[in-house]
């Protein structure tokens, strides 16, 4: 049984995310701890679908606490010391729901994940009835954002009197961001900051074609720049004063230089992923650490593996996938409302947007998508293994989460497949990005035409 997606359970709440699967994950999850703390986003189902995982939770003898509407980082800050569960479909369309289940601040591993399907596959069934574990309510945000608010003052310089616009998209950050931003001294001028889970005033997940009210309220209003989050706050955009979006791998070497330059570790790391940049290597080097990178989704492994692998002088000191952060310092958790307290404070620092990423290289970038049928890819992969560092003897090759090969210029591609389309995604990143693509895809498409 596969549940579960790169980040949880996922789906739409008729056919997929259902209250019965809710109660039998609850059930499952149940059996590993003691006390769950429970909260969910604000989407229509998610009240429904609570009531349905705190059954299943208490049938299985585990004690709930509810936590009420949270934004995904509140909900893995409260689950330090006990477990979590988070209801959310993050950016997904708001007829999707979600499951997602932290043990002390982070994800669940794959490991765990799989011990959970199994159980549900089992369908073990309640425990007796008087080892069934209780209920009761409790309060988290204030002593998150507190928690925030204290973290971001290590970092950059005052927000005082700093105008910052923030779109919220109807999302959890309208309970978080504004009001962090504003405690750390900034003037907050916001867009669709009401929880609305029909997401009346853009598509929840922030991207170029959803943030043009964002882009030209920013431009137009005089702000030193913007930040948007998707449903549950665990993304963030960064759109500089004349309302341009940053691009994301820009935002992580910047926040991977700032953290790798104020450690004190002898070897900092930061974690990545293949499909990031060689940007954020040049910026880590640049302050004296390396990179390390995880498949998608996984950034927690990432960190815990980085962490065993490495000797005591060794600190993974951030990691990040595009838009997603974890500030390792604060949590072990992805947290968009962290994030957009450290690069404000960051921005007034450096006394704006352009300063900040002036020493960032930004070349061109790409992502293709090559028709493959999935029970090719496999085999098609196995031969670009050997067909990506023939096309590019000069690169550098890695194999370990698809093929990524860098050049000694800085400039890479990564070929991976779809986990779950009929594709093989192209990555690529070059001065001359269309020449690489091209290159590219030529490979590709004979390592898939030999195999079909």
């Known amino acids: 049984m596969d549940?579960?997606?790169t980040a949880g359970i996922r789906g739409d709440v008729v056919e997929r995310v259902t209250p019965e699967l809710a109660l039998a994950v609850g059930r499952a999850a149940g059996e590993s701890g003691a006390e769950f703390v429970l909260a969910r986003d604000g989407r229509e189902t998610g009240a429904a679908l609570a009531a349905a995982m705190e059954a299943g939770l208490e049938s299985a003898g585990a004690d709930v606490r509810r936590a009420?509407?949270?934004p995904t980082p509140a909900l893995a800050f409260a689950s330090q010391g006990r477990r979590g569960v988070m209801l959310t479909a993050s950016h997904n369309p708001p007829t999707d729901n979600g499951i997602k289940l932290f043990v002390d601040g982070e994800e669940y591993d794959r490991e765990a994940e799989r011990s959970v399907e199994d159980r549900v596959a089992d369908d073990p069934g309640p425990v007796a009835w008087d080892e069934w574990g209780d209920c009761d309510r409790e309060s988290v945000l204030d002593d998150y954002l507190e928690a925030v608010v204290a973290y971001a003052r290590r970092h950059g310089a005052p927000l005082d009197g700093v105008r910052v616009a923030v779109d919220c998209g109807n999302g959890m950050a309208s309970v978080?961001?504004?009001?962090?931003?504003?405690?750390?001294?900034?003037?907050?001028?916001?867009l669709n900051a009401n929880v609305d889970g029909h997401f009346p005033g853009r598509e929840s997940k922030p991207t170029p074609e959803t943030l043009t009210d964002l882009q030209e309220f920013t431009r137009s209003g005089d702000f030193a720049f913007g930040l948007a989050h998707d449903g549950d706050a665990d993304r963030i955009v960064l759109v500089d004063g004349d309302g341009a979006i940053v691009h994301e791998d820009t935002v992580v070497a910047i926040l991977s230089e700032h953290y790798v330059a104020a450690s004190d570790a002898d070897d900092p790391v930061?974690?990545?992923?293949?499909?990031?940049?060689?940007?954020?290597?040049?910026?880590v080097r640049a302050a004296g650490g390396r990179v390390e990178r995880v498949r998608l989704g996984a950034l927690h492994e990432g960190i815990a593996s980085a962490r065993n692998a490495g000797g005591e002088d060794t600190d993974v000191v951030f990691a990040a996938e595009p838009w997603k952060h974890v500030h390792t310092q604060f949590g072990g958790w992805i947290d968009g409302v962290a994030s957009a307290a450290v690069l404000a404070?960051?921005?007034?620092?450096?006394?704006?947007?352009?300063?900040?990423?002036?020493?960032?290289?930004?070349r061109p970038y790409r992502k293709v998508s090559v028709p493959c049928p999935d029970d090719a890819k496999t085999a098609a992969m196995a031969r670009l293994e050997t067909a990506i560092p023939e096309t590019f003897?000069?690169?550098?090759?890695?194999?370990?989460?698809?093929?990524?090969?860098?050049?000694?210029?800085?400039?890479?591609?990564?070929?991976?497949?779809?986990?779950t389309e009929?594709?093989?995604?192209?990555?690529?990143?070059?001065?001359?990005?269309?020449?690489?693509?091209a290159k590219t895809r030529d490979a590709v498409d004979a390592a898939i035409s030999e195999v079909r």
Request: net charge negative; hydrophobic share 45%.
């Open 422 to 437: 009929p594709y093989v995604r192209i990555y690529a990143e070059s001065d001359d990005v269309d020449a690489l693509v």
């Open 3 to 5: 549940l579960f997606g």
């Open 68 to 70: 009420g509407q949270l």
């Open 176 to 190: 978080a961001t504004p009001q962090v931003l504003r405690a750390l001294g900034a003037k907050v001028v916001t």
């Open 270 to 283: 930061v974690v990545t992923t293949p499909n990031a940049s060689a940007r954020i290597d040049e910026r």
């Open 393 to 419: 003897p000069d690169a550098s090759a890695d194999t370990e989460y698809g093929v990524r090969a860098e050049r000694p210029d800085g400039s890479w591609v990564l070929v991976r497949p779809s986990g």
């Open 345 to 362: 404070r960051l921005v007034a620092a450096a006394d704006g947007v352009a300063s900040l990423r002036e020493a960032v290289s930004e």
